[in-house]
């Protein structure tokens, strides 16, 4: 009897009839690009130059149509007046629980600049450069996954050079970063995650609602079912190696409609310890809470955390079921080096749906690379230049030093992710592996704001100790498990979760140990005493930072946080389990909560930063059409004020001194007696005779 070709009657063009048996495509991509090297050049140059002038626009209407003051302090801290709708755009990638951290920074370490900074005036300078290596390790891991990612995706997609993607995806980042320094980051950042949820929303519509190969959770049920069939057959030709065909290894009965995965379950928790370490260690995430206004930090991180859920919730579960139910001949190759939505956005939409997915790739990238710029340039300032080379260092100099090491940082980037990929590390390895390497010291970071008994001794020796476990372990396991160690044995799930498990649980038990026995007992003094470089005039109010609103900020994060947390990491998968294998109408409902979710959170996300900032957007729109002269005057002007508010406590000092010269010479004048009477009495007494 012949064999049907293609198994299940659709995914047709990716299966080929050859002599009477059914072949099926070697691969999705196949070396062979949808687009051409034109459009993959124009976005990478067109939007990168677009968002560089554009950007640096804005920040140049901020200054000088609100009054903006382009200081040091202002370029890293981005005045410390972020609101919470951009706070939430930039952050969307975030843990909730970093909340937590954020408005501690707020409550003891106010004016700090980097997590180093608040280490160095805590532990000291042992701790200060363990804990700054281990920060410079965690921007470079993140910077090689974007551009591993992001290389990769452009190269398959377009046929661009995978090298020149390396260095090209940065350019256009280094430029507006130069410009406007943190600020301009929030707001490339914002106009990236307005064009990726929007992108988000579309192809989550497509896969579960509007889509002629696909579109509605029913059909979607009904091929996954089909595609892991006990029955098909997946022999050479009609399958290959590495390709999604049959039950799946590790589900509960071979099913992809199934929480019960021993593989999804070892993936979850090198998710969670990767994802805790690329965030509490990743000095970006401390440089936005401490660019954020005391009164949003905590809802920001909340609001940023539940919005960024919707991105592997909604998007990448829909486009990876997708590509399942469209039987895609993906390869393991292509799935780690982040193809599959690309590969799902073709199927579904074509060359459209290519450009799209690109586009929103390269947002996402350029976002998260600005942060990684701004993170560098903050710990080679402030914890390098500012305190072990010039300590006496002027605003001037900091801001110098800032654009130095953001454009070194950035042709670093694209050097570093050339090495990468001739070395033929990939993302998904990059990315299982980041926890082995830094998760010893996430709870040490943690600790650091959270526990007073918190001593440096087991800071040190946790960080430290802890890495080298994990690293070796998940070498040893290795070499156990598999016989000899190269990139596809060290990449296998099982070496890794061990790793990721021993780093970050070592560390943290090192330094318990460690502070229990020695405990610290610290009162946040020298945190608290941490200064700015320039004086610099800022407009919260002093309520901002008054200790009881913070600390029911605390309280608030700690409840909601904590009890989001919960629900999302334990709560939900755990309540799902019981389903087993999905019916029917609880994936359905479980698609309608993905749509639901992925809508609201990027139409929250879209409006509330315009929102928040309509004031100030109403004063740039109207400052643009107001006379440039008058503008100039009024500039002028306030350039004056502000040099009579500085001046206002040296003009107090000498009119203080001055008055009390004068008091006592009125009262040196009142002991002499008064001889020009005495003279005058005889002329008198004379006058009247």
């Not at 061990?498 to 946040?524: D, K, R, T």
Request: proline content about 4%; some cysteine; charged content about 15%.
């Amino acid at each position: 009897m012949d064999m049907q070709c293609p198994p299940f009657g659709y995914a047709g063009k990716y299966y080929t009839n050859e002599g009477g048996s059914c072949v099926r495509q070697a691969s999705f991509f196949g070396g062979k690009p949808v687009l051409n090297q034109g459009v993959g050049y124009s976005v990478i140059l067109g939007f990168g130059a677009f968002f560089a002038v554009f950007t640096s626009f804005l920040v140049w209407l901020e200054k000088r149509y609100v009054g903006s003051r382009h200081t040091s302090e202002w370029f890293n801290t981005a005045g410390r007046s972020v609101k919470t709708g951009l706070i939430a755009s930039v952050i969307v990638s975030q843990i909730i629980l970093f909340g937590i951290i954020a408005i501690e920074i707020k409550r003891k370490a106010p004016y700090a600049h980097t997590v180093c900074e608040i280490v160095k005036a805590r532990w000291g300078t042992p701790a200060h450069i363990v804990f700054l290596i281990f920060c410079f390790i965690t921007n470079i891991i993140v910077t090689a996954m974007l551009l591993l990612g992001g290389s990769a995706v452009v190269n398959a997609l377009t046929g661009v050079n995978i090298y020149a993607a390396s260095f090209l995806i940065p350019l256009g980042v280094i430029v507006y970063t130069l410009a406007g320094g943190l600020k301009a980051t929030f707001l490339a950042s914002y106009i990236h995650s307005v064009i990726v949820h929007v992108v988000l929303v579309i192809f989550v519509f497509l896969v579960y609602a509007a889509n002629s190969e696909l579109g509605s959770p029913s059909l979607v049920y009904d091929r996954l079912k089909e595609i892991a069939a006990r029955s098909r057959i997946c022999t050479e030709p009609i399958s290959h190696l590495g390709q999604s065909c049959g039950p799946v290894d590790g589900n509960f009965k071979g099913s992809y409609l199934t929480m019960l995965s021993s593989g999804g379950f070892i993936f979850g928790i090198i998710n969670i310890v990767g994802n805790f370490g690329t965030v509490f260690v990743d000095n970006g995430y401390w440089v936005s809470a401490i660019a954020a206004r005391p009164s949003s930090t905590h809802k920001g991180y909340l609001l940023g955390g539940l919005v960024w859920f919707a991105v592997p919730f909604s998007l990448a579960t829909a486009l990876g079921l997708g590509a399942l139910a469209l039987d895609l001949p993906i390869t393991a190759s292509e799935a780690s080096h982040g193809l599959v939505p690309p590969a799902t956005a073709i199927a579904l939409m074509g060359s459209a749906g290519s450009i799209l997915l690109l586009t929103m790739l390269f947002m996402a990238v350029t976002s998260a690379g600005s942060a990684e710029l701004i993170a560098v340039s903050s710990l080679c300032t402030y914890d390098i230049y500012r305190i072990y080379i010039n300590p006496e260092a002027t605003g001037k100099q900091i801001l110098k030093v800032s654009k130095m090491v953001i454009l070194g940082f950035g042709c670093f980037m694209g050097i570093l992710a050339v090495i990468l990929n001739k070395a033929g590390i990939s993302l998904g390895w990059m990315y299982e592996a980041m926890g082995c390497i830094i998760g010893s010291a996430v709870m040490p970071i943690a600790f650091l704001l959270l526990w007073r008994k918190a001593n440096a001794l087991g800071a040190i020796l946790g960080s430290t100790i802890g890495c080298i476990l994990g690293v070796v372990s998940w070498l040893v396991v290795t070499k156990i498990m598999y016989g000899k160690l190269n990139l596809d044995t060290t990449g296998r799930d099982g070496p890794m979760l061990v790793g990721n498990l021993v780093s970050i649980l070592s560390g943290g038990a090192i330094h318990i140990v460690c502070s229990l026995l020695n405990p610290q007992n610290y009162e946040w003094d020298t945190t608290k005493k941490i200064t700015t470089v320039e004086k610099d005039v800022s407009e919260l109010p002093y309520e901002e930072f008054a200790e009881e609103k913070l600390k029911a900020a605390k309280t608030w994060i700690l409840k909601w946080g904590l009890g989001l947390t919960a629900v999302i990491v334990i709560l939900w998968p755990v309540l799902s389990l019981p389903a087993r294998v999905f019916s029917k109408g609880y994936f359905t409902l479980w698609a309608v909560i993905a749509i639901v979710w992925g809508t609201i959170g990027s139409a929250v996300i879209i409006a509330m930063p315009l929102m928040e900032s309509w004031d100030t957007i109403s004063s740039v729109l109207a400052g643009m059409f107001t006379n440039d002269i008058l503008n100039e005057k009024l500039e002028d002007m306030d350039v004056k004020l502000q040099s009579i508010i500085l001046a206002v406590p040296d003009a107090e000092r000498l009119y203080l001194i001055e008055k009390e010269k004068a008091k006592k010479k009125d009262l040196s004048d009142e002991t002499q007696p008064d001889h020009s009477s005495i003279l005058a009495e005889p002329e008198a007494e004379r006058f009247v005779a």
